[in-house]
């Protein structure tokens, strides 16, 4: 049998010499507590080293793919193929089938081989002659970084988390923004208590407050550019007559200041919509036409990414969100809930109550 086995430094191959030691997968690991006992159970038939960090990092994220190398395969080819009847034992199945499809080798992955491939790590310094451990160790550093700052670079959910803290970030101004115009409200209220009645609008509201300030100002402003003319009269009217408590010009600029925040706040929120809509259409076409971008954002963000959505089963998409419920219910042998954060959906929520259910 032979191993290959993959270090920072380069590609190393092992000739098992005693193959009946490795039937006793417990006790392998005293086979490797020593350099000497390490070389009386494998050795190394050869070693090709990488040329620089450059091509460890090829290897490396062609290894982390699941996918053959050039050099790999060039080595395999040249080594490996002589000894066509012998195993090649691999630390990566799914590495192991690539190599079978590509060279006809037979390959084995086996708790075995994960026990040998941990003695083997444990005495590579003693193993592979010619190679100092200080080399070693700065060659691991160095290709851990390059591949760190590859995944980072490379990373395909890096497309996801932006869409995971768009989402966030519209729930959070949703929240703000309501906590904003209610405090907005309450307090102009107190000066002009019948505009909170007359204009339901939160955004006009604002708008309104803004421009006009103190309540005796409305008579001669002039606010049609935000109110219907209807409203507009409406409200001059109730100006003239309102029964709320007068108020300094310092506290009318507080509430215009606030004012301005509410409105800022949202033309970000409409920008930020705007920013997630697009996104959703050019990640998730498809799920943002059946459920909508927002369902589909809140669904991408609860499951992580849309990898991890994609890999769900129907029965797990239907219920994310409602976790709590779930539970629940199973706790206290009730009917579980029959839909989550999908229950938001247009589809569904055009769906008669008794249909919900199937619809989700």
């Known amino acids: 049998m032979l191993v290959l086995f993959e270090t920072a430094a380069g590609y190393a191959i092992f000739k098992v010499l005693n193959e009946k030691k490795l039937q006793e997968v417990d006790s392998l690991w005293k086979e490797f507590e020593t350099p000497e006992k390490a070389n009386k159970i494998v050795k190394l038939k050869h070693f090709e080293k990488f040329q620089d960090t450059t091509e460890a990092l090829a290897a490396s994220t062609a290894l982390v793919e699941g996918k053959l190398s050039k050099n790999l395969k060039k080595i395999l080819k040249k080594i490996v193929a002589k000894d066509a009847h012998e195993q090649l034992a691999v630390a990566d199945a799914k590495l192991g089938g690539v190599i079978k499809d590509k060279l006809n080798l037979s390959c084995i992955h086996s708790p075995m081989v994960t026990e040998l491939m941990r003695g083997i790590r444990s005495q590579i310094e003693g ?3 010619g190679l100092p451990s200080r080399e070693m160790a700065a060659m691991c550093l160095g290709l851990a970084h390059s591949l760190s700052r590859y995944k980072l670079k490379f990373s395909p959910d890096k497309v996801d988390t932006m869409i995971i803290q768009a989402i966030s970030l519209l729930d959070d101004l949703d929240k703000e923004l309501n906590n904003y115009i209610m ?5 102009y209220g107190w000066h002009f208590p019948e505009l909170g ?4 609008d939160n955004l006009a509201y604002c708008k309104c407050v803004r421009k006009v300030g103190d309540r005796s100002n409305f008579s001669s402003s002039d606010v049609s550019d935000i109110l219907p003319e209807e409203i507009e009269e409406e409200v001059k009217a109730a100006a003239e007559i309102s029964m709320g408590t007068e108020v300094s010009e310092e506290d009318i600029n507080n509430i215009i200041h606030l ?8 033309e970000y929120r409409t920008q930020l919509y705007d920013y997630l809509k697009n996104r959703m259409m050019a990640i998730a076409p498809n799920l943002t036409v059946m459920v909508g971008e927002l369902v589909g954002a809140r669904l991408i963000a609860h499951a992580g990414s849309l990898l991890n959505l994609a890999k769900h089963p129907a029965s797990t998409v239907q219920l994310l969100g409602a976790e709590k419920a779930l539970f629940r219910a199973l706790k206290t042998k009730r009917d579980t809930p029959k839909f989550g954060l999908i229950y938001h959906a247009s589809l569904v929520g055009q769906t008669n109550t008794k249909n919900k259910g199937k619809v989700s």
Not at 197 to 200: D, G
């Open 197 to 200: 009645k007359i204009i339901t």
């Open 259 to 266: 004012c301005d925040q509410v409105i800022e706040i949202s």
């Open 127 to 129: 193993l592979i002659t």
């Open 183 to 187: 405090r907005c409200r309450e307090w």
